[in-house]
C-alpha cells in the first residue's frame, strides 16, 4: 500500500511538474507575442537548400527599428506572385541574394529588386521590366547556386543578378562554418563536387517542436538571449539553435565574419575563396548557357561604409586592433575575378561611400545592420547605371 501511494504522489508530482512547465511555455509565448513582440516566422526546412521561405506565408518582421509586414508568394520567395509565361515585349530580371536581396527590413516596394524595376519602367517608353526577388535570409553562393537551377530558370529570365555578400564567403566553406544545415561545395580537380546536402543532417526534434509550437520564444532565445555564453552554450547543447549561431573564435573573441576583412588569409579563407569564385564562374556560364545574361553585384556592409560604425566595433572587440584590416579586400578580389573571367561586374562600394559622405546619410539601420530604404536605393540606382551601360 505505502509502495502504491508512493507511486501516486509521484505521478502527481510529475503530472503537476509537467503542467507547471507547459503552462510557463504558454505564458511565454504569450508575453513574446504581445508585450514584447517578436517577429512571425517565416521560415521551414527544405531538402535542396536547407531552408526557405514558407509559401503563402503572411506576417510581421518586427525589431527596435522597424515592423515590417511581410508575405511570400506561392512559390517561397518575397515578392507579388509570378506567372511562368513571359509576355513577349517583357525583359525578365531575377536577382538572387541574401537577406539584402530579401529585405524584410523594409516595404517590399522599398527593396532594392522593386526600385530597380520601378526605376527601369519608369525610363523605357516600349518594354516592361519585371524584376523577381529570389533573396532568402542566411543564404550562401552555394544555396542560391541551387535556388538557380531550381527555381529561377524555369522562369525564363534574361538576366541573373547575383547581389553577394562578404559572409557568403565563409558560409561556402565547410572548415569555418559550423552550420550543418546548408548545402557545401568542394572542388576535384578543379570543379565543384556537392559534398554535403541538408537532408542528410534534418533539425533536431526539440528544435523543430519549440519553433513549431513556440515560435515567438523560439526567436527570442535563438536572437536575443544568445548574447549571453552561458545561455548560447545550453542552447546549443539543446539543440535549440545551430552551433554557428553569432560564432566568434574562443582564443581571440574575433567574430568569424569579420574576417574576411583580414589583411592576410590562412588556408581555411584561401580554399573557402576558390570555392566561392568556382560558385560564380559557374553560374555565370550555366546563366548564358540558357541564353541570359549574368550580372555579378558586389554588396557594401555598413562597417565598410560608416567608419565610425567599424570603430564602434573595434571597441567592441578589443582583440580585433591586434589584427590588420582591409575593408575593400573582398570587393576588390571579386573585381579581378571579374575582370579575368569576362564577368559582368557592379561594385556597390563606392557609390554607397560617396552617398554617405555627401549627405551624411546612414544608409544601415544601426542595430539590426541591413540597408535601410535609402540604402536599397542606392543600390538600385547604381545597378540600374550599370545596365544603361552596357545594353
Not at 573573441?253 to 566561392?276: G, L, M
Not at 549574368?294 to 560608416?306: P, T, Y
Not at 546619410?361 to 551601360?389: M, P, S, T
Request: glycine share 6%; net charge negative; aromatic share 14%.
Amino acid at each position: 500500500m505505502e509502495g502504491k501511494a508512493l507511486l501516486k504522489k509521484l505521478g502527481i508530482v510529475a503530472g503537476m511538474t509537467l503542467f507547471g512547465i507547459i503552462f510557463a511555455l504558454i505564458l511565454m509565448e504569450g508575453v513574446f507575442t504581445y508585450m514584447i513582440p517578436q517577429p512571425d516566422d517565416f521560415y521551414h526546412y527544405e531538402s535542396y537548400t536547407g531552408w526557405t521561405h514558407i509559401p503563402g506565408k503572411e506576417g510581421n518582421w518586427i525589431d527596435k527599428e522597424f515592423a515590417v509586414n511581410i508575405r511570400i508568394n506561392s512559390e517561397g520567395f518575397r515578392d507579388d506572385e509570378w506567372k511562368v509565361e513571359k509576355d513577349p515585349e517583357e525583359f525578365r530580371i531575377a536577382v538572387i541574394g541574401d537577406s539584402y536581396t530579401e529585405g524584410f527590413q523594409v516595404p517590399l516596394e522599398k527593396t532594392v529588386s522593386e526600385v530597380l524595376e520601378d526605376i527601369l519602367n519608369s525610363n523605357s517608353e516600349n518594354r516592361r521590366y519585371e524584376v523577381m526577388n529570389f533573396g532568402v535570409a542566411g543564404y550562401s553562393t552555394s544555396q542560391e547556386y541551387v535556388v538557380l537551377k531550381n527555381n529561377v530558370m524555369k522562369y525564363n529570365p534574361d538576366l541573373v543578378i547575383l547581389l553577394f555578400s562578404s559572409n557568403d564567403v565563409r558560409f561556402n566553406s565547410m572548415d569555418l562554418s559550423e552550420d550543418n544545415f546548408r548545402p557545401y561545395f568542394d572542388l576535384n580537380c578543379g570543379e565543384l563536387v556537392q559534398v554535403k546536402t541538408p537532408a542528410e543532417q534534418p533539425h533536431s526534434s526539440f528544435k523543430s517542436v519549440l519553433r513549431s509550437l513556440f515560435p515567438k520564444m523560439y526567436h527570442f532565445l535563438s536572437v536575443t538571449a544568445v548574447e549571453n555564453p552561458v545561455t548560447k552554450s545550453i542552447l546549443i547543447k539543446l539543440g535549440a539553435i545551430n552551433a554557428d549561431y553569432n560564432s566568434t573564435t574562443i582564443e581571440e573573441k574575433i567574430p568569424v565574419d569579420f574576417k574576411v576583412y583580414s589583411e592576410e588569409y590562412d588556408q581555411n579563407w584561401k580554399k573557402a575563396w576558390n570555392i566561392t569564385e568556382k560558385l560564380i564562374l559557374d553560374m555565370n556560364n550555366y546563366v548564358e548557357k540558357n541564353g541570359a545574361e549574368f550580372l555579378l553585384v558586389a554588396g557594401a556592409s555598413r562597417e565598410q561604409v560608416h567608419a565610425d560604425w567599424w570603430e564602434e566595433t573595434l571597441n567592441a572587440y578589443p582583440d580585433m586592433r591586434k589584427v590588420g584590416w582591409d575593408l575593400d579586400k573582398p570587393n576588390k578580389i571579386l573585381e579581378r575575378f571579374s575582370a579575368e573571367n569576362g564577368i559582368n561586374y557592379v561594385n556597390l562600394l563606392p557609390a554607397f561611400r560617396e552617398e554617405a559622405n555627401k549627405t551624411e546619410q546612414r544608409l544601415f539601420y544601426h542595430y539590426d545592420g541591413h540597408w535601410n530604404e535609402y540604402g536599397h536605393r542606392i543600390a538600385a540606382q547604381e545597378i540600374y547605371e550599370k545596365l544603361v551601360n552596357y545594353h
